[in-house]
């Protein structure tokens, strides 16, 4: 695909959404008509349907539109980010159920095509006139079912086109026609009739041979693929869908000296809102009143809730995990984070090329040649004085062997095999488009917080002052902390009881916003908190827990303090901890041939941590969402193609831009929904077996086209000398079939790494 170019501040720039696409060669059509253009740079991609222009100010939207009519296609303006529904972020036009008359159309092909098959296949049960009864089921199958098809053939034909679907449809009209000439003009259509043929190689005039099964199965088997296509194509939107769902839907806003609720998209700037405790933050701001603590991992990746108070910036979709605070809007709309954070995921999507099939880009050049190759062999064997019917016989025989059916079958077997392995051992792939990535990746990008590490806050070291009990210092800061809402302090509070049991009553207890918690236990006044808070309430810090609250700070922990009667006992030392299988998983990914990268919006010493516990050398800490995906772009500017591996919000614009991306299903629905694939299970080893399992796929496809193409290439010549009846061609081509289905069965003796 043409990337784009530089734009000049005299360049614009329009997304149209593309209809009639129904393969990879209609988008580089588009592509190809609309770069004609002077001033034009167009990319159009078949996966989204959607083609992202950049045009300068002598070119005008309607031209596009335009260009894009008279290629054969349609092209619409979508809705901007702003006119989508607040509470789901879909389009207005959405709801309709796009897939059903593809369902539709290929239940009631399988149901008529599967005893026309049956039938053919065994002579046993092939009774009086069971031939008429396969052309009255099998008709239907051909003209409605294989209508889509038929319908694009033509459109491409109007404008000096051919591609898989002309294939398909000169194909089985062929079949079908021929059938329907044997049966009415021919032999076929006698009673007692069998469908029986000879391996032998040589003319005939196969006036009393039928391939009704060939039609309708090519049929039914194609539109098999293609719905599995556009249930995999309608979902390509869904990751920008659950961004905009994020954010929330109404808030309390300060107005006239009163609270009201109103919806947020009612806000504007310089307007107070209020957040209390488990409240969604409305839109970025900044805080004019109240102390709380922001758990903003699902937007800025940082592991730890930011403590925030008076001045301190907020940003919309953040959960307040505290207190109660009165927030100013300083950004609203599409201006605020999430919004710019969609339309990376937009831009990313657009951007990304889709992969040109093997299937189709032949095509446009097997199937003109087959059609030549046909008709030249008609008009041969009748100037040679052949006959009629040993003429058509070889221009039907040359059709019928180039008939797509093992083509069509390559791709979506393998891809129902590997997909349905993956889907027992927790991996979902999203479609053909994306394996070719997977050959080519050579550095995976490891997000940390919920990829690599738990995600979760847990304690992982108790230091006691010199004479104290660390086992009394935890079981009375835990007991204080059980009353606490903050993520730390639910930590300490955790591991208190799992570790001394049932923790004791509390009376007495008071919250401070910012520094900490006290509260009286065992008739003891306790106060558990930052060393500001132990300093304010009297309580010396021995110079051993100083060393010890640094060290850990250091190392990108989060040490809490807990002392009484005058002097500070100990910590409690607490982070995000490691995976137990990621050591593993990094490992494997290296066996693989993939550089590990760890990139985090946490802070460096938590993500330096991390990186030398599992032998990463490169990372990227303290990165912004929107800086994340500029990571990835950076990576791929030196040269590398890049696999993203995350779980957040804060991860999708990245996951989208990678060539290849992986979420972990574990994670939020956007990542879920911008990744190529999702692991279900939260175990990065998954990951690595993915990737293994996505490039076997692969490599059955190619496999699969290979021989596929080659049994053309050994059967035409054959069928153009006039020494292959239609029947030998049938039988060929179902032999292909059946070496293609058996390939891709064996994708279900896939075994995973992670057990």
Request: net charge neutral; proline share 5%; glycine share 12%.
């Amino acid at each position: 695909m043409t990337g784009p170019r530089v734009q000049d501040p005299a360049t614009h720039r329009v997304d149209l959404v593309i209809g009639g696409m129904t393969c990879a060669s209609c988008a580089a059509r588009i592509e190809k008509r609309l770069n004609r253009r002077e001033g034009v740079t167009a990319t159009v991609n078949y996966a989204t349907e959607k083609a992202t222009v950049h045009y300068t100010g002598a070119v005008s939207v309607d031209d596009l539109v335009a260009d894009v009519h008279r290629t054969g296609y349609t092209a619409t303006l979508p809705p901007p980010l702003a006119d989508r529904d607040a509470g789901t972020g879909a389009d207005p036009a959405e709801g309709a159920d796009d897939l059903r008359p593809v369902r539709q159309r290929l239940a009631v092909s399988a149901v008529l095509a599967v005893p026309v098959v049956a039938l053919a296949m065994v002579p046993p049960w092939q009774f009086t006139y069971w031939q008429w009864l396969s052309f009255a089921l099998a008709g239907p199958v051909v003209a409605y079912g294989g209508w889509p098809f038929h319908r694009a053939a033509w459109a491409n034909l109007r404008h000096g086109a051919a591609t898989m679907d002309t294939l398909v449809s000169v194909g089985t009209l062929a079949a079908f026609g021929w059938s329907a000439w044997a049966l009415f003009l021919g032999t076929a259509g006698v009673p007692g009739m069998r469908h029986g043929f000879t391996l032998a190689v040589a003319r005939t005039d196969g006036a009393g041979a039928i391939y009704l099964e060939a039609a309708a199965g090519v049929t039914v088997f194609l539109l098999a693929g293609r719905y599995f296509e556009h249930r995999a194509r309608r979902r390509a939107g869904a990751a920008l869908r659950a961004l905009l769902a994020l954010g929330a839907k109404d808030v309390t806003v300060r107005r006239g000296g009163q609270e009201q609720r109103i919806p947020v998209g009612q806000l504007v700037v310089g307007d107070r809102f209020v957040v209390r405790p488990g409240e969604r933050v409305a839109t970025d701001g900044v805080v004019e009143e109240g102390s709380s603590a922001v758990d903003a991992a699902s937007v800025t990746g940082e592991s730890v809730p930011v403590d925030v108070g008076p001045g301190d910036a907020v940003v919309g979709a953040t959960v307040n995990a505290g207190g109660r605070l009165t927030v100013r809007a300083t950004r609203v709309g599409a201006d605020t984070q999430l919004a710019r954070m969609a339309a990376l995921v937009e831009e990313a999507q657009a951007g990304k090329a889709a992969v040109q099939r093997l299937a189709d880009r032949v095509s446009a050049v097997f199937v003109p040649v087959v059609l030549a190759l046909s008709a030249g062999t008609l008009g041969f064997w009748l100037g040679a004085g052949y006959g009629s019917a040993a003429a058509f016989t070889a221009a039907v025989a040359v059709l019928i062997i180039a008939c797509p059916c093992a083509l069509g079958l390559a791709t979506p077997t393998a891809l129902l095999v590997g997909t349905g392995r993956g889907a027992q051992l927790g991996i979902l792939i999203r479609g053909p488009e994306v394996l070719e990535s997977t050959r080519r990746v050579d550095t995976v990008v490891l997000d940390k917080t919920g990829t690599v590490t738990t995600g979760r806050m847990a304690l992982v070291d108790v230091v006691a002052a010199p004479g104290a009990d660390p086992d009394l210092l935890l079981r009375r800061a835990g007991a204080v902390e059980a009353a606490s809402e903050h993520p730390v302090g639910r930590a300490v509070a955790g591991a208190a009881a799992d570790r001394t049991g049932p923790l004791p009553a509390v009376t007495g207890f008071a919250n401070r916003p910012g520094l900490g918690v006290v509260g009286e236990v065992d008739g003891v006044r306790v106060v558990v908190g930052r060393p500001r808070l132990l300093a304010e309430s009297g309580l010396v810090v021995p110079e051993e827990v100083a060393r010890a609250v640094a060290d850990a700070e250091r190392r990108g922990h989060t040490a809490v303090l807990a002392g009484w009667d005058g002097e500070a006992r100990g910590a409690c030392v607490v982070a995000d901890t490691v995976k137990e299988t990621s050591a593993d998983a990094v490992a494997a990914l290296r066996g693989l041939g993939l550089t590990p990268v760890l990139l985090t919006g946490d802070n460096a010493a938590a993500a330096g941590t991390v990186a030398a516990a599992l032998g990463i050398t490169e990372v990227h800490a303290e990165v912004l969402p929107a800086e994340k995906a500029a990571v990835v772009a950076a990576l791929q500017a030196r040269g590398r193609v890049v696999a993203m591996v995350g779980d957040g919000v804060n991860d999708a614009a990245a996951l989208a831009r990678a060539d290849l991306g992986l979420a972990m299903g574990t994670g939020t629905d956007a990542a879920i929904e911008a990744a190529d694939l999702t692991l279900v299970r939260g175990d990065l080893r998954v990951a690595a077996d993915a990737i293994r399992l996505a490039r076997r796929t692969l490599r059955t496809i190619r496999g699969n086209l290979f021989w596929a193409f080659a049994y053309n290439v050994v059967a035409l010549p054959l069928a153009v000398l006039g020494l292959l009846s239609p029947m030998i061609a049938g039988a060929a081509m179902a032999l292909s079939s059946v070496f293609v289905v058996a390939n891709s069965l064996r994708l279900r003796g896939f075994r995973p790494l992670a057990r």
